[in-house]
C-alpha cells in the first residue's frame, strides 16, 4: 500500500469545490456517469482498432445504493485503470487546473460545465461525500488497484481483489447530503442529466412478464399461464435518441414520440420540427419543434435542452440559439460549445455565433420548404407560429433576409398573401394620388367592424394584423420599402387613408364651416378629441373617431418596447372627430336655432361614434341608453 498527498498546493480546495459549486452540488452524479461512459467508449473504440485483445460485450454502467451503509456505488465495465494510472488521473492531472480556475472564475463557478473542463468532474464527488473510493481494474493484464480519499488532500493506493474489467466508485455520502441515498432522489437525477447517454444505465430492477412455452417452466404453479414473471435490469435511459439518427430513419410519428419523450408532460402534438445536422465547421446535431403558441406568449416552462455527446447540460441556451427561437422547443447537441466560460463571454465566441448562425439560417429554410411544399398546411398553422417569425424578423437581420418569401399576411376574410403578392395584388386599387401603395389593417375584426366594410365598400382589401408586437414589424417593413405604407382601417376616414385625385366638394361653405366648427368645439372634449371637417360622401356616416396612425403607432411601440418615442407609452389617448359636412346631420346642427336640441344632436352623434369605436363606457354610456330611450318614447 502506498499513500501520498495529491498534488495541489491549494490544501483547501475541497472546501472551496463544495462553496463554489453549491448551487449545482447534484451534478457530481452526472459527472461520474460522464466518466463511466467515456471509459466503456474508449475501450469500444480500443476494441475496434484491435488495439484491446478483449471482448467488449454489452456494457452497462450500474448506479446502486446502499442506504444502512450510507454508500452510493456506480460501477462501469469500461477501460478501467491500472495504478500507475489512478496516480497520473486521478492524483496529478485532476488538479493540474484547480489554482487557475479558482482565480479565473470564482464569480461564475456556479456553471456546472466548468467542473468537466478542469479535470475536477470526478472531485465533485466531494461535495457530497466525505470520503470516495475508487475500486478499478485496467483492460491490461495487470492487478487492480483501489484509492481512498476522505476530502482532504492526503489518499491511499493499495491492490485489490476485482476480478472484473472497469471501475467501482464508492461515495460515503456526508450528513448534509442523505438526500442522495433517496431512490426517488436518485431516479430524478438520472431522469435529468442521464436520460439519453449512450451507455444503458442500470438502476435496480423491475419484473417483466415473458411469454413462456407450453411446459417450458413446470416450476409455474399454473401449467397454462401463458406469461412467467422475470426480473429485468431497470434501464434508466435510451441510448439512441431520436437526434442521434439520420432524418432518413425516422418518420414523422418518430419525431412525435421523441417530444413526448422529452417533455412527458406536454399533451399536446407539435406543429413541426426540424432537425438539425451538421459536421463542419463545427458539429452539432438536434430535432427543434414548432409549438402551438397563443399570442400572448405564455412563460415558457418546457425550453430547448442543450446536451454535449447526449450529456444533458442546462436549459440555458440563451446566446447558442437565436432569442426568437427560445420559444421553441427540443434538444441540441454539440461538442463544441465552450461551457467553462461566464455567459457573456460564450455570446461573443466565434464557435457559439457560428452555431446561432447555422440554426437561424436552417430554421428559415425549413419554413421556406414547408410553405412550398403545403401552402394551405402552413397558412392553417400561420396563426400558431407567426409570432416567433415576426420576433425572428425584428430580431436577426440574417432571419428577415430570408423570411420574405415565406411571412404571410392574413386578410380580414381568412386570404394570406406574401409581401410579394399584396404588392402585386393591391397597386391597381390602393395607390394613393403620390404613387405609395397604402396597405389597409385592422388590428380587431370586431372592435374595427364598420371601418373594415367601409373600406370594403371601395373595393379595397383590409389585412389583419393583430400580434402585440406588429407597429414594430410595420415601421421596419415601411423603411425597407419606401413606395409603401401601413395604415390601420379606423386611422382617418376611407378618403383621406388612400387620398385620390379627386376631391369631394363640401356642401357647406367657407363661412357655414367655420360656425359648424365652433359650435362643434364649444360641445365636444378638447382634452380628448380634435375636430375635423371633411367633405365625404353624402350617405358616409356623419360623425367617425378615428386615432392618427403615427401617434397610435409610436404608443404601441413604446408599450411593447424599444422603439417608440421616450415616455409615449403612458400619454393619453388622443383621437380625432372627424365630421362629413355633407351629411344631413351636420347640416341640421348648424341650421338648428334650439342650442339644447344642438347639444342633444352633437351629444347622440358623438355617442353614437365612440359606440362604434367601443368607447363608450360607464356613466356615459348608462346616459346614452337612457336619452336614446327618451326619443323613441
Not at 65 to 83: C, R, V, Y
Not at 270 to 277: A, G, K, S, V, Y
Not at 299 to 318: G, P, R
Not at 331 to 342: A, F, G, T
Request: charged share 30%.
Amino acid at each position: 500500500m502506498t499513500t501520498g498527498k495529491i498534488n495541489v498546493s491549494v490544501e483547501n480546495i475541497f472546501p472551496l469545490i463544495k462553496k463554489f459549486l453549491y448551487s449545482d452540488h447534484e451534478i457530481f452524479l452526472r459527472e461520474l456517469i460522464s466518466n463511466g461512459t467515456d471509459a466503456t467508449l474508449k475501450l469500444k473504440h480500443l476494441t475496434s482498432i484491435g488495439e484491446a485483445k478483449v471482448e467488449y460485450g454489452n456494457p452497462i454502467i450500474e448506479v446502486k445504493i446502499d442506504k444502512e451503509g450510507k454508500k452510493l456505488h456506480i460501477i462501469d465495465q469500461g477501460i478501467g485503470m491500472t495504478a500507475d494510472e489512478v496516480e497520473k488521473y486521478i492524483n496529478q492531472l485532476a488538479f493540474s487546473g484547480a489554482e487557475e480556475f479558482l482565480e479565473k472564475y470564482k464569480d461564475s463557478a456556479k456553471d456546472s460545465g466548468i467542473i468537466g473542463h478542469f479535470g475536477l468532474g470526478f472531485y465533485s464527488a466531494f461535495m457530497v461525500a466525505s470520503q470516495v473510493e475508487i475500486i478499478t481494474k485496467s483492460y491490461k493484464d495487470e492487478p487492480a488497484a483501489h484509492w481512498t480519499c476522505d476530502g482532504s488532500p492526503e489518499f491511499t493506493l493499495e491492490p485489490s481483489d476485482k476480478t472484473t474489467r472497469g471501475t467501482e466508485i464508492i461515495l460515503h455520502i456526508a450528513e448534509d447530503s442523505l438526500e442522495f441515498l433517496e431512490e426517488y432522489k436518485i431516479k430524478e437525477l438520472l431522469n435529468k442529466y442521464n436520460k439519453f447517454m449512450p451507455i444503458p444505465i442500470k438502476f435496480g430492477t423491475r419484473t417483466e412478464n415473458i411469454e413462456q412455452k407450453k411446459g417450458e417452466f413446470v416450476e409455474s404453479e399454473d401449467k397454462d399461464e401463458p406469461f412467467k414473471t422475470v426480473e429485468v435490469d431497470n434501464i434508466i435511459n435510451n441510448p439512441n435518441p431520436a437526434w442521434t439518427k439520420q432524418p432518413t430513419e425516422l418518420t414523422d410519428e418518430d419525431y412525435k414520440s421523441f417530444y413526448h419523450e422529452v417533455y412527458p408532460l406536454q399533451f399536446e402534438e407539435p406543429l413541426f420540427h426540424i432537425h438539425l445536422n451538421v459536421d463542419y465547421p463545427f458539429n452539432l446535431t438536434g430535432i427543434l419543434y414548432f409549438p402551438k403558441l397563443g399570442a400572448d406568449l405564455q412563460i415558457q416552462k418546457d425550453k430547448i435542452q442543450l446536451y454535449q455527446n447526449q450529456v444533458y447540460v442546462t436549459d440555458n441556451v440563451e446566446g447558442i440559439v437565436p432569442e426568437f427561437l427560445t420559444m421553441l422547443k427540443g434538444v441540441i447537441d454539440s461538442p463544441d460549445i465552450p461551457l467553462n466560460v461566464s455567459r457573456s463571454s460564450l455570446q461573443s465566441d466565434g464557435a457559439v455565433k457560428k452555431i446561432s448562425n447555422y440554426i437561424t439560417r436552417k430554421v428559415a429554410d425549413k419554413l421556406k420548404a414547408l410553405f412550398t411544399e403545403n401552402r394551405a398546411d402552413f397558412e392553417e398553422k400561420w396563426n400558431d407560429i407567426k409570432i416567433v417569425l415576426e420576433y425572428g424578423m425584428l430580431s436577426e437581420d440574417k432571419f428577415y433576409e430570408k423570411a420574405g418569401t415565406f411571412m404571410l399576411y392574413p386578410t380580414v376574410d381568412d386570404k394570406y398573401l406574401t409581401l410579394d403578392e399584396i404588392k402585386e395584388n393591391l397597386t391597381a386599387t390602393q395607390t394613393d394620388k403620390n404613387g405609395k401603395l397604402v396597405v389597409l389593417y385592422a388590428s380587431n375584426k370586431d372592435a374595427q367592424h364598420s371601418y373594415i366594410e367601409i373600406a370594403k365598400e371601395k373595393g379595397y382589401e383590409v389585412l389583419l394584423l393583430d400580434s402585440p408586437i406588429i407597429s414594430h414589424l410595420i415601421q421596419k417593413l415601411e423603411s425597407d420599402n419606401n413606395q409603401l405604407t401601413f395604415v390601420r382601417v379606423d386611422s382617418d376616414h376611407i378618403d383621406n387613408l388612400i387620398k385620390k385625385e379627386e376631391e369631394t366638394i363640401s356642401k357647406l361653405s367657407e363661412e357655414e364651416k367655420n360656425n359648424l366648427k365652433s359650435v362643434l368645439e364649444t360641445l365636444v372634449p378638447k382634452t380628448k378629441y380634435s375636430v375635423q371637417l371633411e367633405a365625404m360622401d353624402s350617405q358616409a356616416a356623419p360623425f367617425i373617431i378615428t386615432q392618427p396612425e403615427f401617434l397610435r403607432r409610436m404608443k404601441e411601440m413604446s408599450q411593447s418596447g424599444g422603439g417608440g418615442m421616450f415616455g409615449m407609452g403612458n400619454m393619453p389617448e388622443m383621437y380625432n372627430l372627424v365630421v362629413n359636412t355633407n351629411s344631413d346631420l351636420a347640416s341640421n346642427i348648424l341650421n338648428t336655432s334650439d342650442k339644447e336640441t344642438q347639444e342633444s344632436l352633437v351629444k347622440q352623434a358623438l355617442d353614437l361614434a365612440k359606440l362604434s369605436q367601443n368607447l363608450l363606457k360607464g356613466e356615459e354610456l348608462t346616459a346614452f341608453v337612457k336619452r336614446s330611450f327618451d326619443m323613441i318614447k
